[in-house]
């Protein structure tokens, strides 16, 4: 289905919903950035902070001649802490889907690493993982290196073929290292989605602003609200967009109505005890190795292997 036929085809529904995945154009990845700086939002800081402490730790139960892959690398930041302390390792495969901040992240990568294979591949997780030289011989384990608790976005049934394509990826004996946000106090969760100044909302309300660019809508911005809230029913953070009015919109042509206070739910963020996400990730395969916390136990990264 093209793009746009996938974004009428949400707002058409009687719950009108739109993936997240409209949230990232270039100026939505940049509000996303300045979320990560927040002091509301801890997910970023609480995970940097367990990779700092561990990653040697980490790099010693991946053991040498490791090919690292990364799908959706984004900034390629974290990776750092890790290569740092890996021994010896083969290659670090970094995969996004905007081909020009990859390439601008991975030549950076690059000179701060000129002794590793830094291999960039354009292309998006959810439809493929490609792995270069998947056919040559390697002592080294594969990991997937999958950080930032996006895994959160899915919910838990899909979440769960996402993690069965890794254990396909990394093959019997691979590795997974995966970063997931933890349950906490429904308050804490509330702050980090609702930042005080207002940069999550700029960040949803962004969505807007793509589809009147990218897909001819007239969406008034002053016309709907950024709400998020926890579902404890759910275990999910949820994001929506809120019409402050009856009205009525266009997308390329189309007429779509909004009841006052309808929503479009733009996003999930799903939470997981330990527990939990131990046996989601069982179900596809994978036996849990190691975890470790941030010193507020907000968030957890988990290492298991095939
Ligand atoms: C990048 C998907 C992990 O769900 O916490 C941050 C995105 N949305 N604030 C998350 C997000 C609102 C983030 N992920």
Not at 57 to 66: F, K, L, S, V
Not at 245 to 263: L, Y
Request: charge should be positive; include cysteine; aromatic fraction near 10%.
């Amino acid at each position: 289905m093209n793009e746009l036929n996938e974004v009428l085809t949400g707002l058409k529904k009687r719950k009108k919903n739109l993936s997240p995945k409209f949230l990232y154009d270039e100026k939505g990845s940049e509000l996303f950035e300045s979320i990560t700086k927040t002091k509301a939002y801890y997910p970023t800081s609480a995970e940097t902070e367990i990779l700092k402490d561990h990653s040697a730790e980490m790099a010693w139960m991946i053991g040498p001649y490791a090919t690292i892959i990364e799908p959706g690398c984004g900034n390629c930041e974290k990776i750092r802490y890790l290569l740092r302390k890996l021994p010896r390792p083969r290659a670090y495969i970094a995969s996004d889907i905007s081909a020009e901040i990859l390439h601008r992240r991975t030549d950076d990568l690059q000179e701060e690493f000129p002794t590793i294979p830094i291999l960039p591949i354009v292309e998006d997780f959810n439809e493929r993982i490609t792995i270069p030289f998947d056919n040559m011989p390697s002592q080294g384990k594969r990991v997937v290196f999958f950080p930032g608790s996006t895994i959160g976005n899915l919910a838990p049934a899909e979440a769960q073929k996402l993690l069965k394509r890794f254990a396909r990826s990394v093959r019997k004996g691979g590795g997974l290292l995966i970063g997931v946000d933890l349950k906490k106090d429904p308050k804490i969760l509330h702050r980090a989605y609702n930042d005080p100044e207002g940069i999550t909302a700029q960040f949803n309300l962004n969505l807007l602003n793509r589809l009147n660019r990218d897909f001819d809508a007239s969406f008034d911005l002053r016309q709907f609200e950024h709400k998020s809230f926890y579902n404890p029913r759910r275990s999910r953070v949820e994001m929506h967009l809120v019409s402050r009015a009856p009205q009525t919109v266009t997308i390329a042509n189309k007429k779509i109505r909004f009841g006052r206070n309808e929503s479009i739910h733009t996003e999930n963020s799903y939470k997981y005890t330990v527990a939990e996400f131990k046996k989601l990730a069982a179900g596809a395969g994978f036996t849990l190795k190691q975890s470790w916390q941030d010193t507020r136990n907000f968030f957890c990264v988990y290492y298991f292997e095939r």
